[in-house]
């Protein structure tokens, strides 16, 4: 079994959904390996990592919406404003999106779905740099 690893980083507009998939497929690739695990790590508590389909835009915004929701941004709600008022809704955000993914790797490519792709999720209202650990396992 073969084994790599590298920290890639990302510079994110603020708040949204970021399709990482090629930049990350790139370096599936560049790995040489057919059969694995590739397992991606966001190293932040205010940014996750989703797959999510990606045709249609209406999606992102449903759950953005729906994020919006269940994680508001107000001073009064929470005790956690270090960082402004979207800071503890951040967090809320990173809870439920996670920041752990683990995709097979079968025949030299991601085993996505037709619709799926990889997405850093940022929740925060400024852009911000974000870092994903890669590691592959395989051969």
Known sequence: MRQAADIVQFQTRGRGLFDITRTVGDWVDKQAMTTGLLTCFCRHT?????????????VRADLEDFLARIA????????HFDEGVDDM???????????????PLIE?????????A??????????????VALHLAGA
């Open 46 to 58: 205010s940014a996750g990592l989703l797959i999510q389909e990606n045709a249609s835009p209406e």
């Open 72 to 79: 508001p941004e107000s001073g009064a709600r929470y005790r």
């Open 89 to 103: 809704p951040a967090h809320i955000r990173t809870l439920l999106t996670g920041v752990t993914l683990s995709i």
């Open 108 to 116: 030299g490519k991601l085993a996505l779905g037709t619709w799926q």
């Open 118 to 131: 990889i997405y850093l999720y940022e929740h925060r209202r400024q852009p911000h740099t974000r870092q």
